[in-house]
Each structure stands twice: as structure tokens, then as C-alpha cells.
């Protein structure tokens, strides 16, 4: 199996399409295997997987964690998948970047350690998967409003997104207040 790498433009982070064997069955995909992804540089040790099922219009984020990297995929549906650079020596300090990420187009993305992430439902059903490389804690985990206009992000929305009680009550962004 390959993984086929692009660099995004917020450094260390990584859009990674994974190869898929199919035939009448189905299809198999690898979705994670140490020794492809550390000649790449993604060298975190995962320690914890989650998934999350969302509805069409759900809006997730802005989260981060200071000592957290994520992998990222969707199983099921389509997403548009943000990342917004907050490490205050980045040369990419406050700016962010977004990606389509969908269970046809097998890709990944890699969100450094100190990058927030968030994202916008596509699709009626969204299986989304990520692995962190620390355990959640929710005493080291903050988040940012996801219209903050510190980052303004154009997010793809129409219609007000259904959006949960914390995430709705997350502060602004102050620069260097992290």
C-alpha cells in the first residue's frame, strides 16, 4: 500500500490520500500503519481513536489541544475539513486552511499538535474518525468560536449549522492569549 502525500500550506500539516483495493465484494483500505506514515513525518504515537456520527448542516469546532496532533478521515459522507494554525512561532500564526474530505476520495488529513480543527457536515450522514496522540483531557482541550474574525474562515454555509451549546459559547480568539 502507498500514501500519497501534499504538504498544505500550515506547516507540518499533511492532506494523505490512501490507496483502495476494490472488487465485487466491496472494497479494503488501510487506514493506519506506523511504518508508511513515519517516512513521512507524521511520527506521533496514536493513542486513542473516537468517531463521531453527525447529521447534514452540523458544524464541529473550533478545537485544539497545545500537546494534541489528529488524523483525521471520513468513513461515511463528506465534510469540509478546517485547520487554523495557532502556534505563536508559525509563520502561519492565525491563518487557516480548509480541505473536502469524503469517504470516496480516501483521504486523510494530519493536524499538527497546536492547530485547531473544525468541521462543516456535507452530506445527510457523517462517520467521521480521528486518532489523537494523547488522551483526551478535557482540562487541556479550548476552543474558539468558529466565526471568530480573527480567522475569518468562509465557511461553505448558506443557512445558519446546527451548532452544540459549548461550541456556540466558546470565546473569541485574542492573539497570544494561548
Not at 7 to 27: F, W
Not at 78 to 90: C, G, K, Q, Y
Not at 148 to 165: E, H, L, M, R
Amino acid at each position: 500500500m502507498s500514501i500519497i502525500s501534499k504538504r498544505l500550506s500550515i506547516p507540518d500539516a499533511q492532506l494523505l490520500t490512501l490507496d483502495r483495493y476494490s472488487d465485487d465484494r466491496g472494497y479494503f483500505q488501510e487506514s493506519y500503519a506506523t511504518e508508511k506514515y513515519h517516512p513521512l513525518g507524521i511520527l506521533d504515537e496514536f493513542v486513542q481513536d473516537n468517531i463521531s456520527y453527525s447529521h447534514q448542516h452540523v458544524l464541529r469546532g473550533l478545537h485544539g489541544a497545545h500537546r494534541t496532533a489528529k488524523l483525521v478521515q471520513v468513513l461515511h459522507g463528506a465534510i469540509w475539513d478546517v485547520l487554523v494554525d495557532i502556534r505563536p512561532d508559525s509563520p502561519t500564526f492565525q491563518q487557516w486552511e480548509a480541505v473536502t474530505l469524503s469517504a470516496d476520495n480516501r483521504q486523510q488529513l494530519y493536524i499538527p499538535a497546536g492547530c485547531l480543527h473544525g468541521f462543516l457536515t456535507l452530506t445527510d450522514q457523517v462517520i467521521f474518525s480521528y486518532k489523537l496522540s494523547t488522551l483526551y483531557d478535557p482540562n487541556t482541550e479550548f476552543g474558539f468560536r468558529w466565526d471568530d474574525p480573527s480567522f475569518s474562515i468562509s465557511w461553505p454555509i448558506t443557512d445558519v449549522p446546527c451548532i452544540s451549546k459549548k461550541d456556540q459559547e466558546q470565546p473569541t480568539f485574542i492573539a497570544g492569549s494561548r
